[in-house]
Nanobody, 124 residues
Framework: QVQLVESGGGLVQAGGSLRLSCAAS????????MGWFRQAPGKEREFVATISRSGVNTAYTDSAKGRFTISRDNAKNTVYLQMNSLKPEDTAVYFC?????????????????WGQGTQVTVSS
C-alpha cells in the first residue's frame, strides 16, 4: 500500500506559477513510476506528466510541454510538478498517482495508487 498526499495548489493569476508536491509513504518510493493527472469540472480525468522510477525519463501531454516540469526526489519520497505560464484552462484538481515497477504510461488505469488531489485555480 502506498499513501500519496498532494499539496501546493491554490489560486494564481494567468501567467503565474505553482509547484505541486506529492509525498509518498508506505512502500519503497523508488519502485514506483509516478504520474500527475488532472480533472476539470465536468470533464474526464486527463494525463499531465509522468516520470520514471529513477527520474531520468519523463513524458508530458502536449499542453504541458514547455510549461510544466515533473521531477522527483527519491530520498524525500516526493514527486513535484512545477507549473509555469499557467492558463485558465489549467484550472482543475490535480492528482498524483503511483505505478509499481511501471515505465512511463499515460493511462490512468495503469496507476494503482492515487492521492486525494489538490485544487489549482487560474484566474484570467
Amino acid at each position: 500500500q502506498v499513501q500519496l498526499v498532494e499539496s501546493g495548489g491554490g489560486l494564481v493569476q494567468a501567467g503565474g506559477s505553482l509547484r505541486l508536491s506529492c509525498a509518498a509513504s508506505g512502500r519503497t518510493f523508488s519502485n514506483y513510476a509516478m504520474g500527475w493527472f488532472r480533472q476539470a469540472p465536468g470533464k474526464e480525468r486527463e494525463f499531465v506528466a509522468t516520470i520514471s522510477r529513477s527520474g531520468v525519463n519523463t513524458a508530458y501531454t502536449d499542453s504541458a510541454k514547455g510549461r510544466f516540469t515533473i521531477s522527483r526526489d527519491n530520498a524525500k519520497n516526493t514527486v513535484y510538478l512545477q507549473m509555469n505560464s499557467l492558463k485558465p484552462e489549467d484550472t482543475a484538481v490535480y492528482f498524483c498517482a503511483a505505478r509499481y515497477y511501471g515505465g512511463l504510461d499515460v493511462r490512468s488505469i495503469e496507476y494503482r495508487y492515487w492521492g486525494q488531489g489538490t485544487q489549482v485555480t487560474v484566474s484570467s
